[in-house]
């Protein structure tokens, strides 16, 4: 049988090429562009008869990326696809997983549906669960989700002297507390209030003077990058070296990333999302998975 085929949307090749070398497939050319009305033109190889094909697409700042994606995939299953899946490293619309008043759209689940509808299994890294206990909950279809924590706890491990973690708020304690577990290294967990989208305060309860020790602010996802600089400010009493704000996904909107530098913090994030950041490669974690439910000598299972 043919090795699975990976094919990159936009700004996805080099994660492509590193999957398909770490799984076993080969790499497709997908053509991509825009017509002058703004819609997508797209152009899949012809012969993906009985192939497994793989799409391979981050979805930071999804909303202009998700047509694209579900063309290519229904493109892929007319012309003889035998699955389809995908490999989003950064999974976007995990946020609203409740209704928090009413009328509101629980898009995180609306999300999973259309994804689910389209593909045949998903594969991503860390994705941002919160009320969710995993995928499966909101997924349909097999779900793979990596984890980035030992690539975290390595870099941290070569790159940082006497490190000290910090969580930004509750929801990073049992994340930071594994990181510095794998680290060696001591952590403390900060105290968030979050106001709106982009307003929070931060308290530094429980934190000790750091003396010569490094501070590492280690977070899953940096979006707004409010909790990041509000968290710089909180520890900044404590600690007279610059600290390092880590990151899995380093969305950076709004100017994010510019902002959080002026604060004086070295930004290292994964590659997950292309930034100039990136100092760690998480390609590995997902080649796994992207293998295991792309083999089509094997039913898929949840």
């Known amino acids: 049988m043919s090795a699975p085929l990976f094919l990159a949307l936009p700004g996805n090749q080099s994660m492509a090429e590193r ?12 053509e991509s562009r825009d017509f ?33 994606l579900v063309f290519a995939a229904d493109a892929a299953r007319e012309l003889g696809a ?25 898009t995180s689940r609306h999300f999973a549906s259309l994804i689910s509808h389209h593909f045949d299994w998903l594969v991503t890294l860390d994705p941002h669960l919160h009320r969710y206990k995993s995928l499966d909950e909101i997924y349909s279809i097999p779900t793979r989700a990596a984890h ?10 070569d790159h940082v002297q006497d490190p000290f973690l910090i ?4 929801e990073s304690a049992q994340w930071v507390s ?64 610059p600290p390092v704000v880590l990151a899995v ?5 709004d100017g994010a990333d510019t902002a959080l530098e002026r604060a004086g913090a070295q930004l290292v994030t994964t590659n997950t999302v292309v930034h100039p950041s990136n100092r760690i490669d998480i390609a590995e974690f997902l080649a796994p998975p ?9 039913e898929l299972t949840t």
């Open 19 to 30: 999957l398909a070398a770490l799984a076993g497939g080969d790499v497709g050319a997908l």
């Open 36 to 68: 002058p009305d703004g819609e997508t033109y797209l152009c899949l190889p012809a012969d993906l008869a009985g192939r497994s094909v793989v799409l391979v697409s981050t979805l930071a700042h999804p909303n202009g990326k998700f047509l694209p």
């Open 82 to 106: 035998s699955r389809i899946g995908l490999v989003a490293p950064y999974l976007c619309y995990m946020r609203q997983d409740a209704r928090f008043k009413p009328g509101e759209a629980v």
């Open 148 to 157: 980035a924590a030992p690539a975290l706890a390595k870099w941290i491990r």
């Open 167 to 170: 969580g930004p708020d509750e």
């Open 178 to 241: 594994g990181v510095a577990r794998a680290a060696g290294a001591d952590y403390c967990v900060l105290k968030k209030q979050r106001l709106g989208d982009r307003d929070v305060r931060v308290a530094p309860e429980g934190l000790k003077p750091l003396g010569a020790r490094t501070p590492v602010l280690v977070d899953d996802i940096i979006s707004s990058g409010k909790t990041a600089q509000q968290a710089i400010k909180a520890i900044a009493p404590f600690s007279h070296r």
């Open 249 to 253: 996904h380093g969305v950076f909107s």
């Open 290 to 298: 992207a293998r295991e439910l792309a083999n089509p000598g094997k």
